[in-house]
């Protein structure tokens, strides 16, 4: 795929995703929804006149679809280092890296949701909830894949997994508090 996922409309990014192949998958699907989740909590701090909240939060939507590319890359990165012999400690390090810094900025855009939820206007509230479950759900997915990346470079004792699942639960207790 040589478009970034951010150009791609939502029904071609189903398609993309749908297609066989090494393309977008997992990975990329939890960044877009971090993303999604920003972009709905944009829409609530935005009605709350909150700019430091509508800056961080574009900006965090931005990266997400950044990481949303990044793991497309990583993941080809990585089968074609594991053709050579020797495989490839890098390829493995992106692939566990990438889906981590996914679970990192859902749990922020979780956080921000989860204040505007309650301090944002009323009328707007399930947007913020909205927003808070996604991210909670994108970040609990990539915390997963992070933990079959990891099994998959024969590393189970990584701590870097009870990192991002710790993290991934932060973000649902956030979300589940908010219902």
């Known amino acids: ?6 150009d791609l409309g939502v029904a071609r990014f189903g398609e993309v995703l749908a297609a066989a192949g090494p393309g977008p998958a997992a990975g990329s699907t ?3 929804t971090a993303s999604f989740a920003a972009g709905l909590a944009t829409k ?8 430091e909240a509508v800056t961080e939060l574009d900006a965090l939507r931005a990266k997400a679809l950044r990481l ?11 089968l074609e280092a594991r053709r050579k012999p020797g495989g490839g400690p890098a390829a493995t390090e992106a692939i566990v890296q990438v889906p981590s810094d996914v679970v ?6 979780a956080e921000l949701a ?8 009323d009328h707007l509230t399930g947007d913020a909830v909205t927003a ?3 991210a909670a759900a994108a970040a609990e997915s990539a915390a997963a894949l992070v933990g079959a990346n990891i099994a998959d470079a024969g590393e ?9 699942e710790e993290r991934a639960g932060h973000a649902r207790a956030l979300a589940e508090r908010l219902v």
């Open 1 to 6: 795929m040589s478009r970034p996922i951010g």
């Open 114 to 121: 989860a204040l505007l939820a309650e301090s944002g206007p």
């Open 104 to 109: 990192a900025l859902a749990v922020r855009v």
């Open 44 to 51: 609530v701090a935005k009605a709350a006149a909150d700019r």
């Open 156 to 164: 189970l004792a990584d701590p870097r997994l009870e990192h991002v």
């Open 68 to 78: 949303a590319d990044d793991d497309v890359e990583a993941f080809t990165d990585f």
């Open 132 to 134: 808070a479950f996604l």
């Open 30 to 32: 939890a960044a877009v």
